[in-house]
């Protein structure tokens, strides 16, 4: 399965459908939030009142403490990084480009709502970035990672190698 996902072409096809669609919920639930004045802070306030929970006791007492002691009294910094956050992982996956990172900081968002209570969509955006995220560069190979990846390799190659040069001179 993992050699299918990560280097046949039908699974890049499928892959770049998949990319497409969660790619563009995440953009407009994005451009949706810059354009429309988005505020974290009643969503953490809730979070905070209201955590998961089992036998009364909180599931997820550490995250809980994060919302409450670091994002709560910077949520100005949250108002930025999520709506932004959105749309730019919304972006990377519809064009391609950097997708594995995209996935990744897509299933980072994710799994914060969903240990904030949210279930809504999430599971299943989680599953459809694993699936983009195990695929790597095949995810992108229909996008701007064919391009993208080969110059990044090679700008950071070339680094390596002028570090390793001086290090041995």
């Known amino acids: 399965m993992n050699k299918f996902l990560r280097e046949n072409n039908i699974a890049a096809a499928i892959l770049t459908v998949i990319r497409i669609?969660?790619?563009y919920s995440?953009?407009?639930a994005g451009f949706h939030k810059i354009a429309g004045g988005?505020?974290?802070?009643?969503?953490?306030?809730?979070?905070?009142?209201?955590?998961?929970a089992h036998d009364g006791h909180a599931v997820y007492g550490w995250y809980v403490t994060f919302l409450e002691s670091f994002a709560l009294p910077n949520v100005g910094l949250f108002n930025i990084l999520v709506p932004w956050g959105e749309f730019l992982v919304g972006l990377g996956l519809i064009l391609g480009?950097?997708?594995?990172?995209a996935?990744?900081?897509?299933?980072?968002?994710?799994f914060s709502f969903m240990l904030a209570g949210t279930v809504s969509h999430n599971p299943t955006d989680i599953i459809m970035g694993i699936f983009i995220a195990v695929a790597g560069y095949n995810a992108g190979k229909f996008?701007?990672?064919?391009?993208?990846?080969?110059?990044?390799?090679?700008?950071f190659n070339k680094d390596a190698e002028q570090r390793d040069n001086k290090s041995i001179a």
Do not use: E, H, Q
Request: glycine content about 10%.
């Open 21 to 23: 669609y969660l790619g």
């Open 97 to 101: 480009c950097l997708t594995t990172a």
């Open 38 to 52: 988005f505020d974290a802070s009643g969503f953490l306030k809730g979070a905070i009142a209201n955590p998961v």
């Open 103 to 110: 996935a990744f900081f897509g299933m980072v968002m994710n």
């Open 26 to 28: 995440f953009l407009t």
């Open 143 to 155: 996008g701007l990672d064919r391009y993208v990846m080969p110059y990044l390799r090679k700008v």
